[in-house]
């Protein structure tokens, strides 16, 4: 199985959620964005301006580096990181990725930010 990252920016699964994204019209996202000032923390997509992001955890079913100890342990000072400094940080899997349920998601996320930022 790819790692989450090969899928971000350069996969036909990449193009297939790109369009899924322009269908339900949520803006094109930015590939593997470094979020953070001093670490070299990337996001597999990120909508940097509302500051909302997407991670692809692979390997969940196969023991792979996102739920073994050291991995995980290293994605939650990463996640802790990116809330700290206002992010919201949303996680699906390599087969949710090009779902409904996936852009639904990223679109209300985008919408609370809307919705904050006119407030």
């Known amino acids: 199985m790819a790692r989450a990252r090969d899928f971000a920016g350069t996969s036909a699964q990449d193009l297939i959620f790109r369009a899924l994204c322009k269908e ?11 979020f953070h000032p001093e670490r070299r923390w990337r996001f597999d997509y990120a909508w940097p301006e509302a500051q909302v992001a997407l991670e692809v955890e692979g390997g969940v079913w196969t023991r792979g580096r996102h739920v073994r100890g050291a991995g995980f342990t290293r994605d939650m000072e990463k996640y802790n990181a990116a809330a700290l400094m206002g992010w919201i940080v949303l996680r699906t899997t390599p087969e949710r990725l090009c779902s409904p349920e996936t852009v639904g998601m990223v679109r209300r996320a985008l919408d609370l930010r809307r919705e904050r930022d006119a407030s």
């Open 24 to 34: 339900e019209g949520v803006p094109d996202p930015v590939a593997e964005h470094r």
